[in-house]
């Protein structure tokens, strides 16, 4: 399974259990190296992170995981066995990718969200859809 299946895999997982409409996929926002550094400047490098920002008028909106993650992934495709060599980096997808979709449905609401929530909801997200994966 390759990157761009997983991480839609795992939005039609969250657009399912929640019942919203995808505002988009994540997939075209995904930043590069070269654009995280310009985000982080002299902050140490992330290995996963969604980056804001919003004005009145616009919204900026980037999604990083580090490619050692995906590897992972790729070598060991959750969707045929979640165990240890790939649990890690599935969780660290899943909890991206819901602050990626809470942060845009928010918005669309132009309702706020907290760090606290916004933290809450990706580790609900990591053990459900996980979960469901291993019971499935």
Same mark, same amino acid.
């Given at each position: 399974?390759?990157?761009?299946?997983? %991480?839609? +895999?795992? =939005?039609? /997982?969250?657009?399912? %259990?929640? @019942?919203?409409?995808?505002?988009?996929?994540?997939?075209?926002?995904?930043?590069?190296? =070269? /654009?995280?550094?310009?985000?982080?400047? +002299?902050?140490?490098?992330? @290995?996963?992170?969604? !980056?804001?920002?919003?004005?009145?008028?616009?919204?900026?909106?980037?999604? !990083?995981?580090?490619?050692?993650? !995906?590897? %992972?992934?790729?070598?060991?495709?959750?969707?045929?066995?979640?165990?240890?060599?790939?649990?890690?980096?599935?969780?660290?997808?899943?909890?991206?990718?819901?602050?990626?979709?809470?942060?845009? /449905? @928010?918005?669309? =609401?132009?309702?706020?969200?907290?760090?606290?929530?916004?933290?809450? /909801?990706?580790?609900?997200?990591?053990?459900?859809?996980?979960?469901?994966?291993?019971?499935?």
């Amino acid at each position: 399974m390759t990157a761009i299946e997983l %991480i839609q +895999d795992v =939005e039609d /997982q969250l657009a399912a %259990i929640y @019942r919203f409409p995808l505002v988009t996929s994540a997939v075209p926002f995904f930043m590069n190296p =070269e /654009q995280l550094v310009k985000e982080t400047a +002299d902050l140490p490098t992330p @290995r996963a992170a969604v !980056f804001l920002t919003q004005t009145p008028e616009t919204m900026d909106i980037g999604i !990083f995981i580090e490619q050692q993650l !995906f590897d %992972i992934l790729h070598e060991h495709n959750p969707k045929t066995e979640l165990n240890q060599m790939n649990l890690d980096a599935y969780c660290v997808l899943i909890e991206e990718l819901s602050h990626f979709h809470l942060l845009l /449905q @928010r918005s669309q =609401e132009e309702r706020g969200v907290s760090q606290l929530e916004l933290e809450w /909801q990706g580790e609900v997200d990591k053990l459900l859809i996980a979960g469901l994966l291993m019971s499935g």
